[in-house]
Structures are given as C-alpha cells and as structure tokens.
C-alpha cells in the first residue's frame, strides 16, 4: 500500500531524478542484464550501449515520481509502455527482478546516507503500485489477443512464405502461420514481436506491419542497420520457407477514425507503418497529403506501391525529399524537408490530422514545422522505434 508518507518520500526524490537519473538507470540495467540473463531477451543491446533506453527509463522513472498523486496527469505514457512490453511478452513473473534491481541500484548510486531505509521502502511501494498497474493492464491485452479472431497468446509460429527486396536497404518478410490458420487483424500502425535465437541467444524485436490486413498473413519490411545483430540475421540467415515465432499485433501509433485529410509524413524505414495506415484512409474515402524523405532512390522502397495507390485514389497527393539525390532520381524537392514545402503541400494545415515517423532528429524537425505551419498539435501522432525519447528542446 502506498501511504502518504510514501508519496511525500517519493516526490521528496525528484530533484535527485532529475539531476541523476540517468546515472541511476545505467547502473540499473548493468545489474539486471548481467545478473538476470532470464530477461535479456527483454531488451536491445544496442539501445543499451547507445544510452537511449537509460535515458527513456530515467524520463519514466521522473515522470513517475512527479506524478505519484496524479497518475492521469502521465498521459499516454503508461500505455506506449503496456504495448511496448505486450510487444516482447513481458509477464508478471518479470516484474520482481526488475523491482529488486531497481532499488538495489538506488541505494547504490545514492548512498546510504541518502536512500535510507524509509527511501527504499517508500520506492518498494510506488514500484509494486505501478507494477501492480501494468500487469493488469497488460493481462488485458493479452487476454483481448487470445480471444479475438484468430488471436493468439505467447509465441505462434509463421513461415517465410516470400522475401522482397524493397530497396537497397529493406527487405519485406511476408509471413503465414504454420498451423494454417487465420490471424489477428491488425489495426494501421500496430506492429509484431518477434523472437529468434542467434549463436545460441535468444532476442526479441517489434517490426511494424507494412501491409494492410487481410486476416492471412503478416508483411513485415526490415532495415538492414549498420551492425545490428537482428536485422543482419534477418537479411543474410533467414529464408524462404524458415520458421519463425510471432507475438500478437499490438500497438498505439494507429490511424485514428476520422473524415479529417490526414498528412503521412516518413523518412527511411519509418514508411512501414504508413503503408496500410494511407490504404485505410484512401479506402475510408479521406484526403490523403504522402510526405517521404529518404536519401536517394536507391533507398526509396514502396515508391511503386504509392505510384500505384495514387493511380487508383485522386485523393492521394505525393511528394518525395531526396537529401542525396543520384543522377536521374526524380523527387520534388532536394535536400531536407522545410516549412516552404509543407506550406505548399499541405492545404488547410489546421483541418488535417498529421502522423509522423523517421529517425528522431527528423521527428523534432517534423513536429517542430507541423506546428508552425498551424496544424495542431492534439492532431500529431509519432511513434519511436525503439525507446520513446522527448522531440523538445
């Protein structure tokens, strides 16, 4: 039970959040991930060596403790984390290790002098309500999953049933269940776990889906990143015909019913959930303003799939930024995307619904000129690949 005295102990901490949180979070995962290897799996190396998952735990962690009174005031915050972990099968038995971990590393980066025991008790108690949180909304999830049309829970196999090379960089997996069966329609935007095991270990990914739903099979489009054990496995070990296990659909970055135009805006990998989120919104007769930025041509992947949308629907207006473009590549405009380009591209800014996705430093530049040019910013919607970092500043 978390007291009054707890919560005066926990917002009593902030200030030590918010000048080292991040120490503490570090020092968090480097216990957890070299005592635990149960929950490896759990988290992405890279992220870790990166620092961005420290830092996006450190943000929740402050976030958390400011809003210890006023849990609502988190916004969407808890359930990006409910999906992220429904995502990668986050279960109960999970959330002890990580609690144990966590106050072990308060004590440890603040001293005892400072985390005293009434510290680590009142943190005991914030930790066990919000876990207590998550694991019933979670068990919702993965309840609502294994009850819905052909729903699962935990692990369903699918095989390779074709690869595509999209590009110079991406390649589609199209995926159908072994067992033969139909699967979970998923909504625009949503995305699956995937779980391998490489050299012997096993690791656990989300790709969205870049296909719409036809109640079959999956289509997944995957990045070949520069290092990344995942992806290179996926475009050089994985073939046609390997099996491989899925987790259900899940997600919150969907396409929100609306007779609104709706303005896509992507650059790189980040077209894979607009893909079925502009089929949803051509076919529910909206507006439909396509914004991709990519390097060059030779890394534009689906162009043909849009040309071939805009063909069929007159309600679809595209444009294409090439910051690198070769010799013959045909865009609309060279280099990076500007407010003169979304001024131009995007009529009535104050009457559509904008989504967006790219690296990060593409999304602060999006979110930053969306506003400008007057769309609001309740209309916004952006997803992370990979840990949920602020745009600001």
């Known amino acids: 039970m ?30 957890m991930l070299s005592e635990h290897p149960e929950v490896r799996p759990l988290f992405n190396q890279a992220h870790q060596a990166s620092g961005d998952q420290p830092r996006a735990l450190a943000n929740g962690v402050l976030m958390y403790a400011k809003n210890i009174d006023r849990l609502e005031a988190l916004g969407p915050l808890v359930g990006q984390i409910v999906q992220k972990h429904v995502s990668l099968q986050v279960l109960p038995e999970h959330y002890p290790v990580v609690g144990s971990c966590l106050l072990r590393a308060i004590r440890e980066v603040l001293g005892a002098e400072v985390a005293t025991d009434a510290v680590i008790e009142a ?117 046609e015909g390997d099996v491989l296990d899925l987790f259900p659909p899940t997600g919150d970055f969907t396409l929100q019913a609306s007779e609104r135009p709706v303005a896509l805006i992507t650059a790189g990998v ?31 992947a689906f162009r043909e799939q849009v040309e071939a949308l805009a063909q069929r629907y007159p309600k679809l207006k595209r444009f294409y930024v090439y910051s690198e473009p070769r010799t013959g590549d045909q865009a609309h405009a060279e280099g990076f995307i500007e407010r003169l380009h979304l001024e131009r591209w995007l009529p009535q800014p104050a009457a559509l619904d904008a989504y967006f996705l790219g690296p990060k430093p593409f999304m602060k530049r999006v979110k930053a000129l969306l506003a400008e040019v007057g769309v609001p910013a309740e209309r916004t919607r952006y997803e992370f690949f990979g840990p949920a970092t602020a745009l600001e500043g």
């Open 270 to 300: 980040g077209i894979t959930p607009a893909l079925p989120m502009m089929e949803q919104a051509l076919a529910d007769g909206r507006e439909v303003h396509f914004i991709h930025c990519a390097r060059h041509g030779g890394v534009h």
């Open 123 to 239: 943190w005991g108690a914030a930790y066990g309500m919000l876990a207590d949180l998550l694991i019933g909304a979670e068990e919702s999830v993965y309840a609502g999953h294994a009850q819905a049309d052909g729903g699962w829970r935990g692990a369903r196999a699918f095989r390779v049933e074709r690869r595509v090379r999209e590009s110079d960089e991406i390649t589609s997996f199209h995926l159908a269940p072994v067992d033969g069966g139909p699967v979970l329609r998923h909504a625009p935007g949503e995305y699956i776990g995937l779980r391998l095991v490489i050299d012997g270990q096993e690791m656990r990914r989300n790709y969205s889906l870049s296909a719409a739903a036809n109640g079959r099979d999956y289509r997944i489009s995957v990045k070949r990143e520069a290092g990344g054990r995942v992806s290179g496995h996926l475009h050089e070990a994985v073939k």
């Open 2 to 31: 978390l007291s009054p005295e707890h919560r005066a102990i926990v917002k009593a901490t902030v200030p030590l959040l918010e000048s080292g949180g991040e120490a503490l979070t570090t020092h968090f995962y480097r216990i």
